[in-house]
């Protein structure tokens, strides 16, 4: 594990390949009270992070929820959302630290958004979800 969002126990994790982790490791999020427990949301590192550029990496749990269910929907816009139902607060402070954390990101790693997103993801977890295994449960 390498990320937590701090939400229901949702963590990025390096996916090991034949025990080994490397620069281009796929990345896996596990949503341990999810519809899919485990969803790759990346082929290496640099595209989990572009996956998240746009609106953070909070809102990708939502996959966990919804993948595959509902084909048409992306993660939640939190900002969108956020802007459209919010009081001034704390909030406003919070978003304005993610905002300027993501510009700071995008710059230093030229991220940009993903084309064609529900395609990619449906690729990758054909490639990668066969791999992922669990400690068997007691």
Same mark, same amino acid.
């Given at each position: 594990?390498? $990320?937590?969002?701090?939400?229901?126990?949702?963590?990025?994790?390096? *996916?090991?390949?034949?025990?080994?982790?490397?620069?281009?490791?796929?990345?896996?999020?596990?949503?341990?009270?999810?519809?899919?427990?485990?969803?790759?949301?990346? $082929?290496?590192?640099?595209?989990? *992070?572009?996956?998240?550029?746009?609106?953070?990496?909070?809102?990708?749990?939502?996959?966990?929820?919804?993948?595959? %269910?509902?084909? =048409? =929907?992306?993660?939640?816009?939190? +900002?969108?959302?956020?802007?459209?139902? +919010?009081?001034?607060?704390?909030?406003? =402070?919070?978003?304005?630290? +993610?905002?300027?954390?993501?510009?700071?990101?995008?710059?230093?790693?030229?991220? %940009?958004?993903?084309?064609?997103?529900?395609?990619?993801?449906?690729?990758?977890?054909?490639?990668?979800?066969?791999?992922?295994?669990?400690?068997? %449960?007691?």
């Amino acid at each position: 594990m390498f $990320a937590f969002t701090g939400g229901d126990g949702v963590h990025f994790s390096f *996916l090991h390949i034949d025990d080994i982790v490397t620069d281009t490791s796929p990345i896996v999020m596990t949503v341990p009270l999810g519809h899919h427990e485990n969803v790759i949301v990346g $082929a290496h590192l640099l595209e989990f *992070l572009c996956l998240g550029c746009q609106h953070g990496y909070f809102d990708l749990q939502e996959f966990g929820y919804t993948f595959g %269910k509902y084909p =048409e =929907e992306s993660p939640v816009n939190y +900002r969108d959302s956020y802007l459209e139902h +919010r009081s001034p607060g704390i909030l406003d =402070e919070r978003l304005d630290r +993610r905002e300027y954390l993501l510009k700071l990101l995008n710059t230093e790693f030229s991220l %940009k958004p993903l084309d064609n997103l529900q395609q990619r993801l449906d690729e990758l977890q054909k490639l990668y979800l066969p791999v992922v295994k669990l400690p068997p %449960k007691d």
